[in-house]
């Protein structure tokens, strides 16, 4: 009966292998379940953190058709500071690069602060739709006139 207790021992010996073999990679898919859940949290988190809203007069929309500069007013209501450089603007659905971009009474586009973004484009009178949008997916839009 030598050669049952030897066999014995081999399949223990495997199978303390093969389940250390499983262990470890069900350790590897969990962490990268873990990482990528706080992954998704984080950027959650700074979504809604980060707010803004257009804060122009549809109506009165400041717009110099002599210069073709179209100043839109942006404020922070968001509960973090943004980066100036991460705005888009989007005049009738095409991409507008800023010109300028600056904080009304200076400093950083902190919460409750105002930021103006001039931007150059060639506009007709009649509605417009304008978009801005802004780091983590934060955007507002509307409808204005020129004219």
């Known amino acids: ?3 049952t207790s030897i066999s014995h021992m081999i399949f223990f010996v ?3 292998v093969v389940a250390t073999m499983v262990v470890g990679g069900l350790y590897v898919v969990s962490q990268d379940f873990v990482d990528a859940l706080e992954e998704k949290g984080q950027a959650n988190s700074d979504s809604i953190r980060t707010r803004i809203v257009i804060l ?4 009165a929309m400041p717009y110099d ?9 942006v404020k922070n209501v968001g509960t973090r ?4 450089s ?3 603007v989007f005049v009738d659905g095409f991409p507008v690069v800023p010109d300028n971009t600056t904080v009304v009474g200076g400093g950083e586009w902190i919460p409750a602060t105002t930021l103006d973004v001039t ?3 060639t506009i007709a009178d009649g509605d ?3 978009k801005v949008t802004a780091e983590h997916d934060s955007s507002d839009s509307m409808w204005f006139r020129t004219g």
Not at 56 to 59: H, L, M
Not at 65 to 73: A, G, K, P, S
Not at 81 to 84: E, L
């Open 86 to 88: 991460s705005i888009l």
């Open 81 to 84: 500071g943004i980066d100036t």
């Open 119 to 121: 931007v150059t484009v």
């Open 56 to 59: 122009n007069d549809p109506v």
């Open 128 to 130: 417009h739709s304008l």
């Open 1 to 3: 009966m030598p050669g």
């Open 14 to 16: 495997a199978s303390i």
């Open 65 to 73: 058709n002599v210069t073709d500069e179209l100043h839109v007013y």
